[in-house]
Structures are given as structure tokens and as C-alpha cells.
């Protein structure tokens, strides 16, 4: 537990540092606010449960890292929390319920894409 509350908080610190940094153009938010903090917060101080019940934790931080990039943050912000929600299902749980779990986060991520006014997710030219 321990262990898992010291991960929570260096995420939520990381992802704060990196949160002070201005992104991509495309994004509405140049800092942080309030509300951008209190997000942080909700995406990354879960992973202190994420032993005990990894499947909610999961499907927790992905709903509020959602709410986090339809509010206009960047969202590479906050990928730690949820990329170690998605490890922990896939380590601990049966194959059905990683590929599950790896499915939502990829939704997130696809979702972050669209949200984006400057990198599109998929392109009708062909790159070279």
C-alpha cells in the first residue's frame, strides 16, 4: 500500500511538473487551473486501490482522464496513472478482462485524438 501511495503521488506530481509546460498547439488550455488540478488528482490518486480492485480503478481514471481532455488539457499530462490502471488488469486479471481494460484506454486515447484541432487521428494522404 505504501508502495502504491508513493506511485500515486510521484504520478500526480509528474504529471503537475509536466502540466506547467505549454502543449501542442491543437489543445484549448495553455496552463493549468484549478479544475485542471483537481483532475490530476482524480486520475492518479486512485492508484493507491489499484491492487485491491484494479477493474474499478481502471474504468475509474479512464472516466475522469476523459472528463480531463473533454475539458481541453493535453492529455500525454496524465497517461502514468492510466497506463499503470491498464498494466495492473493486464498482470492480474484474465485475458478477456486486460484485453477489456487495454480496449477502454485505447478508446481514451483515440477520443484524445479526435479532440485535437491540430493532429489528426488518421490521415487521407499517404505518408511517405
Same mark, same amino acid.
Given at each position: 500500500?505504501?508502495?502504491?501511495?508513493?506511485?500515486?503521488?510521484?504520478?500526480?506530481?509528474?504529471?503537475?511538473?509536466?502540466?506547467?509546460?505549454?502543449?501542442?498547439?491543437?489543445?484549448?488550455?495553455?496552463?493549468?487551473?484549478?479544475?485542471?488540478?483537481?483532475?490530476?488528482?482524480?486520475?492518479?490518486?486512485?492508484?493507491?486501490?489499484?491492487?485491491? &480492485?484494479?477493474?474499478? #480503478?481502471?474504468?475509474?481514471?479512464? $472516466?475522469?482522464?476523459? %472528463?480531463?481532455? +473533454? *475539458?481541453?488539457?493535453?492529455? @500525454?499530462?496524465?497517461?502514468?496513472?492510466?497506463?499503470? &490502471?491498464?498494466?495492473? #488488469?493486464?498482470?492480474?486479471?484474465? $485475458?478477456?478482462?486486460? %484485453?477489456?481494460? +487495454? *480496449?477502454?484506454?485505447?478508446? @481514451?486515447?483515440?477520443?484524445?485524438?479526435?479532440?485535437?484541432?491540430?493532429?489528426? #487521428?488518421?490521415?487521407?494522404?499517404? $505518408?511517405?
Amino acid at each position: 500500500m505504501a508502495v502504491d501511495a508513493a506511485l500515486a503521488v510521484s504520478f500526480a506530481v509528474v504529471s503537475v511538473l509536466l502540466g506547467q509546460k505549454p502543449p501542442p498547439e491543437g489543445w484549448g488550455h495553455l496552463q493549468l487551473d484549478a479544475v485542471g488540478y483537481a483532475l490530476i488528482g482524480m486520475v492518479n490518486l486512485p492508484i493507491v486501490a489499484r491492487r485491491t &480492485a484494479p477493474v474499478m #480503478v481502471l474504468v475509474f481514471i479512464c $472516466v475522469a482522464w476523459t %472528463v480531463f481532455i +473533454a *475539458a481541453g488539457y493535453w492529455p @500525454v499530462v496524465n497517461s502514468l496513472g492510466p497506463l499503470l &490502471a491498464v498494466y495492473t #488488469v493486464a498482470a492480474t486479471r484474465p $485475458v478477456r478482462t486486460a %484485453v477489456a481494460g +487495454a *480496449a477502454l484506454m485505447g478508446i @481514451v486515447w483515440v477520443y484524445a485524438g479526435r479532440m485535437s484541432t491540430e493532429i489528426p #487521428v488518421r490521415s487521407s494522404q499517404p $505518408v511517405n
